[in-house]
């Protein structure tokens, strides 16, 4: 468990906390492409670890995100004209372009250069793989862009959704570190699984092994398993955690990818982002089914507000009966399980410092001492590296039945994004280490 000063420090992500000002040396998602999806719409309103804001997109397509309250009068910008070249307030006409410059002050002499010296708080954007990323950190320490595999793909490759989960952010990554809720949340009461890839996972307790890597650590789960002629076998999930807050969910070599990124709202409060995608063709008719039912990792959301159509007012849509018959919750979906557990675990704040931890609970503890220690350095001036591990983000998740004599660190090598050099680079200091 933690103490109740690092817990504090963990789940705080306003600025000026040690762990929001960690957020904002890194690139996040803000929204998706879709809120935004052309020059003159009206300005969208979201919020950022703590953050009341707005974006628009110019004419020349760039996406503006200002601070929500305008620097004259602090009135919403929400409410403002989206012109060609910025964002006007409709309480006095002051406009702003999407770097925060002020354009106009009707109001004031025509020969006043009091405009000149006023900015609105911008921050940088960039458009990648159906989400716009932001950059809230200061001027000088902004990062490369991480090469995550999908934003370099075509669009009909993948797949971004987004929904508002009301719960501390930290909550929903330890949820998807935690592989051995997998065997009870998950499972249908005949042994079977409701998502595909799931089906060699049984009642074996894992062993896990942390490995760090230059964006954050693997989390690696083995289950021993009987193969057809007697032949041991390993049954391996591996996870990436990407810092600051992004995981791959553990998939078959071949089959779809699946990102995922808790983005703080506030603290009780995340934007949860998932990307599927693929990297020998285009989506099919399947892949397209499989995200559109809402039953797996990606859900129905009403689209104004993001909350899930399955959430804590209708008990997420639970059938009783089916709980008695069919699975352990009554609940249809992975992501939809998922939330319950999250968002009503001790309330949207988890107090951890009086929980009680086991062996399944290994990679929690070291996401935990990771970021931790991470907020902890920059709060005492030392700079985190993962921000500038732009290729280390280029990274497959798997999940593998395989021989017993072969490592898993050759088995994750082996189905890594090429170039081969990148994903060498981003896994070099795997060293199979237990901790």
Same mark, same amino acid.
Request: proline share 7%; aromatic share 12%; charged share 25%.
């Given at each position: 468990m933690l103490s109740a000063a690092d817990n504090e420090l963990l789940t705080r992500t306003g600025r000026c906390t040690p762990m929001g000002e960690l957020f904002r040396r890194f690139w996040i998602p803000a929204l998706l492409e879709s809120e935004v999806p052309e020059a003159g719409a009206p300005p969208v309103k979201t919020r950022l670890l703590g953050e009341s804001l707005v974006a628009f997109r110019g004419a020349d397509g760039t996406v503006g995100l200002l601070e929500a309250r305008c620097p004259h009068r602090h009135a919403s910008?929400?409410?403002?004209?989206?012109? +060609?070249?910025?964002?006007? !307030?409709?309480?006095?006409?002051?406009?702003?372009?999407?770097?925060?410059? !002020?354009?106009?002050? +009707?109001?004031?002499?025509?020969?006043?250069?009091?405009?000149?010296?006023?900015? @609105?708080?911008?921050?940088?954007t960039r458009v990648a793989g159906g989400i716009v990323w932001a950059y809230l950190g200061p001027a000088d320490k902004r990062p490369p862009f991480p090469e995550l595999e999908w934003t370099e793909l075509p669009e009909g490759w993948f797949h971004a959704s987004k929904r508002l989960q009301r719960c501390n952010w930290f909550q929903n990554v330890e949820g998807e570190l935690d592989t051995a809720h997998v065997q009870f949340l998950h499972r249908n009461l005949d042994?079977?699984?409701?998502? @595909?890839?799931? @089906?060699?996972i049984n009642k074996a307790n894992p062993k896990y092994t942390i490995a760090e890597t230059p964006a954050g650590m693997l989390a690696v789960a083995q289950r021993p398993v009987d193969s057809a002629g007697g032949n041991h076998e390993n049954y391996w999930r591996i996870t990436p955690f990407l810092m600051p807050s992004f995981t791959l969910v553990p998939s078959r070599a071949g089959d779809l990818q /699946?990102?995922?990124?808790?983005?703080?709202?506030?603290?009780?409060?995340?934007?949860?982002?998932?990307? /599927?995608?693929?990297?020998?063709?285009?989506?099919?008719?399947?892949?397209?089914?499989?995200?559109e039912t809402? =039953?797996?990792?990606?859900?129905?959301?009403? +689209?104004? =507000?993001?909350?899930?159509?399955?959430?804590?007012?209708?008990?997420?849509?639970?059938?009783?009966?089916?709980?008695? /018959?069919?699975?352990? /919750?009554?609940?249809?979906?992975?992501?939809?399980?998922?939330? +319950?557990?999250?968002?009503?675990?001790?309330?949207?704040?988890?107090q951890r410092q009086s929980e009680h931890l086991g062996t399944s609970d290994r990679a929690i503890v070291a996401a935990r001492r990771l970021v931790l220690r991470a907020a902890k350095n920059l709060a005492n001036g030392t700079e985190p590296s993962q921000p500038g591990q732009a290729a280390a983000y280029r990274v497959h998740s798997l999940a593998v039945s395989a021989p017993a004599e072969v490592p898993w660190t050759d088995l994750f090598e082996s189905v890594q994004p090429s170039p081969a050099d990148t994903a060498r680079a981003a896994n070099h200091a795997l060293t199979g280490e237990a901790r």
């Open positions: 910008l929400y409410w403002g004209r989206n012109e +060609p070249d910025g964002i006007r !307030c409709v309480y006095h006409g002051w406009k702003f372009a999407p770097d925060g410059q !002020c354009l106009d002050m +009707p109001a004031e002499p025509e020969d006043s250069a009091f405009k000149d010296k006023v900015r @609105a708080v911008a921050y940088p042994g079977q699984y409701e998502r @595909a890839g799931l @089906a060699d /699946t990102f995922t990124a808790a983005v703080p709202v506030d603290d009780e409060n995340v934007w949860g982002f998932t990307v /599927t995608w693929r990297t020998e063709h285009p989506f099919d008719d399947a892949d397209r089914a499989n995200y809402g =039953t797996q990792l990606h859900v129905h959301v009403d +689209p104004q =507000t993001f909350i899930p159509l399955a959430n804590r007012e209708n008990d997420y849509l639970r059938d009783l009966e089916k709980q008695r /018959t069919v699975n352990f /919750t009554g609940i249809t979906g992975i992501r939809n399980q998922d939330l +319950p557990v999250q968002e009503d675990q001790d309330g949207p704040l988890m």
